[in-house]
């Protein structure tokens, strides 16, 4: 089984520059996660998506941080423009459900993203 | 907030013993907790959960203990290999809505051959 595909594995850009990330969930999985995981600390939530509606974005920096998820299956994550402290790891992870119960969550790899 | 931490940053263990890795946790309503190891370069991989229901689960080689008394998690690896070398985070999930899992910091688990 294909896990949590993500792209590109590596960004390197400069302050107010603009970036987006792609993330191809587990096949069948209704719940998308996007996460931000700065160097030394536990990722933390930026966005949940059940099917291609958002459940929780209350820590996603909406000034400049946008996600979307076009039928329910790929999703996109885009940081216009970038400031220094979006350096950090992005991401996605996937899981069957994302509802009342509990349901294991399936990580990609990654992006990481630098800033200067 | 409510938040997820770890009471020692890096663990140094030799091949062959057993590791213990601490989490002190804040949230007494939090339904389930999961322990997470994230190798260099990867995303967390799900090791272990246990319900707020429960003291002790085991699985292959790893063992979860949760003290709700002292709001306590803690994960213990059985004769550690290299192939352990990881962080570890404990993790949260909060009863009553959406799964939204809170991270802690982090512990570095290093092995010694």
């Known amino acids: 089984e294909a896990g949590v595909a993500q792209s590109p594995r590596y960004k390197i850009i400069e302050k107010r520059q603009s970036v987006a990330f792609w993330c191809n969930p587990i096949s069948g999985h209704a719940t998308l996660y996007w996460y931000q995981q700065i160097l030394g600390q536990g990722p933390k939530l930026l966005i949940q998506?059940?099917?291609?509606?958002?459940?929780?974005d209350s820590q996603l920096p909406k000034d400049r941080f946008s996600a979307e998820r076009l039928k329910g299956v790929d999703s996109t994550l885009k940081i216009q423009p970038a400031k220094l402290e979006d350096s950090a790891v992005y991401l996605c992870?996937?899981?069957?459900?994302?509802?009342?119960?509990?349901?294991?969550?399936?990580f990609g790899p990654g992006t990481r993203l630098t800033v200067l | 907030g409510e938040s997820v931490g770890l009471h020692l940053p890096t663990l140094s263990v030799q091949e062959g013993d057993n590791s213990i890795i601490n989490c002190a946790y804040s949230n007494s309503a939090s339904d389930y907790f999961i322990w997470y190891k994230q190798e260099s370069g990867k995303g967390p991989q799900f090791i272990i959960d246990?319900?707020?229901?429960?003291d002790k689960r085991q699985g292959q080689r790893v063992t979860v203990l949760l003290n709700k008394t002292v709001k306590h998690l803690s994960l213990q690896i059985a004769a550690t290999q290299p192939g352990d070398s990881a962080v570890y985070f404990c993790a949260e999930i909060p009863s009553g809505g959406y799964q939204k899992v809170t991270f802690g910091t982090g512990t570095k688990l290093q092995v010694i051959p």
């Open positions: 246990i319900r707020s229901n429960m």
């Open positions: 992870a996937s899981s069957l459900s994302g509802g009342f119960s509990y349901n294991e969550q399936f």
């Open positions: 998506f059940q099917n291609n509606g958002v459940v929780d």
